[in-house]
Every structure is written in structure tokens, then in C-alpha cells.
């Protein structure tokens, strides 16, 4: 993908086959969630894997975070991958690798333990609403902990975000406020965290989202919102949505596959 052009929206879905896309690291995503936003919150996380992962990283406990390092040619892009709840370092791993194979890669997972084993990014309060302070918390302490990493490990700066709803949600909120910066970003079922006016992008970001019509936890209102936010903000959005609810599909890693292969 080169010469990224600022402000533009791509729809991927009117050009997607209809087709899902096989590849041989397919395995399902089934999650559950409570709803996450404006009484939507997300479900507790089920994931199955129906295939045994093929990376070779060894989870990593420090003083605040569990971590995965997959080794890669270090002068190309490290690749971040962010879970959802309930999920781990590993979550995305294989998906992670399948678009970026050659990349370095690192998986964090996030600190907060909700009901005693699902793991996030932020809390929530009582009435599973966004704690905004635990979030602006985690944010700063998640953002330094990747500069560390990448510093550890002498690792490129540029950073690619492959994340998927809590954890596309912190990403892209960072991103939106300048806090980081991603060359790339493939954000599966992400949704629009805080209402602010954004800084205008430093980088030629390209941004991959793609949302579920029927979707219990997004609703089409923010994920429009999320788009357009972006869009003014001069980034490059890959827009894709198909007929489904907040589990990854197939298709939507086809869809980022095409994306990430466009000659812009």
C-alpha cells in the first residue's frame, strides 16, 4: 500500500467476494459479550480453536503485563495485536501472522480482571458502563509498556495494530487522540469510545474497520461515527461490512487481505 491519501473512505464491501476465504490458519471466533457502550456492552468471551496455532512465542509475565514476542525481520513494521475480552496475548496470533508473515510480532494482554478471569483493557463500573478514568489510565500505561517492548526487543517504531473489539477499541481510541501512532491499523468490530475533537494525523495511516450488520454490541450509529471521525481526521479508511454479528468471519480477513494489498 503506497501513497496513502488523507481523509478518504474505501467500501470494501461493494468489491468483496462473496465467497468466505479460506486460508490455513482458519479457525472460528465465538464470543459472547455484554454489551460495551451506551448501554451495549460486551459478552464473556468464548473462544475455540479448531486448529493448533502454528507460531512458536512463548507467553512472557512481567511486574504488569502477560506478553507474546513472534520474532520477524526486525527493519520491517512490528505488528501489535491487541484482544478482546476475555481473550490473551495470543488471541490473534495466528490471524496476526497470516497478514503480516514476515513482521515481528507482539501480543500484550490487557491488566484488568473482570469477575475473577476475563481479561480487558479498562474497567467497567457496576452498571457495565465505561470507567472513562480507568481507560484513560490504561492507556498511558498500555502505550509505554509498547515503547518499552519495542525498545527490548530493537524492534522498528513503526507500529501496525492488528486488534479486535476491546482491544481495537483502546487502539483506535489512542490513535484518534495522537497519543500513538500506527502505520497500520486492522481493527475487527471496534466502536467509538469517547466523543473529542481529533488532532489531525501525523502519519499516512491506513485503517482497515469492518463492522457486523447485525451486530448486538455496535450499533450502525457508532460504527458510522467511528468512520467518519477518522475520515475528517485525514486517515485512510478500509470500510467492510458484511452480514454478521461480532464474531470475526473469514471474510473480513479477506477483505483486510485485499485492503492491505491495494495499490493506493
Avoid at 508473515?101 to 457495565?128: Q, S, V, Y
Wanted: negative net charge.
Amino acid at each position: 500500500m503506497k501513497n496513502v491519501p488523507e481523509g478518504k473512505e474505501h467500501n470494501l464491501s461493494e468489491h468483496e467476494h462473496e465467497h468466505e476465504h479460506e486460508h490455513e490458519h482458519e479457525h472460528e471466533h465465538e464470543h459472547e459479550h455484554e454489551h460495551e457502550h451506551e448501554h451495549e456492552h460486551e459478552h464473556e468471551h468464548e473462544h475455540q480453536h479448531h486448529h493448533e496455532h502454528i507460531h512458536h512465542g512463548v507467553s512472557v509475565i512481567d511486574e504488569e503485563f502477560h506478553f507474546m514476542y513472534i520474532s520477524g525481520k526486525k527493519e520491517l513494521e512490528t505488528v501489535l495485536i491487541l484482544h478482546s475480552t476475555g481473550g490473551d496475548e495470543a488471541e490473534l496470533m495466528d490471524i496476526a501472522r497470516y497478514l503480516f508473515p514476515e513482521n515481528p510480532i507482539i501480543g500484550i494482554r490487557g491488566r484488568i480482571i473482570e469477575d475473577g478471569e476475563i481479561t480487558r483493557f479498562f474497567k467497567r463500573d457496576e452498571a457495565m458502563d465505561f470507567d472513562l478514568n480507568s481507560l484513560h489510565e490504561e492507556e498511558e500505561i498500555l502505550v509505554n509498556r509498547i515503547n518499552q517492548l519495542v525498545s527490548d526487543f530493537n524492534l522498528n517504531k513503526e507500529l501496525i495494530m492488528v486488534g479486535y473489539s476491546n482491544g481495537a477499541n483502546v487502539g483506535l481510541n489512542l490513535l484518534l487522540k495522537g497519543q500513538i501512532q500506527f502505520k497500520k491499523a486492522i481493527a475487527f468490530h471496534a466502536m467509538e469510545l469517547e466523543k473529542f475533537d481529533a488532532p489531525k494525523a501525523k502519519l499516512q495511516t491506513a485503517l482497515f474497520l469492518s463492522h457486523g450488520k447485525q451486530d448486538p454490541i455496535i450499533s450502525q450509529e457508532n460504527f458510522d461515527s467511528l468512520v467518519k471521525s477518522f475520515v475528517d481526521a485525514g486517515y485512510y479508511v478500509g470500510r467492510f461490512e458484511f452480514e454478521g454479528t461480532h464474531a470475526i468471519r473469514n471474510e473480513e480477513i479477506s477483505a483486510a487481505t485485499n485492503f492491505l494489498s491495494l495499490e493506493i
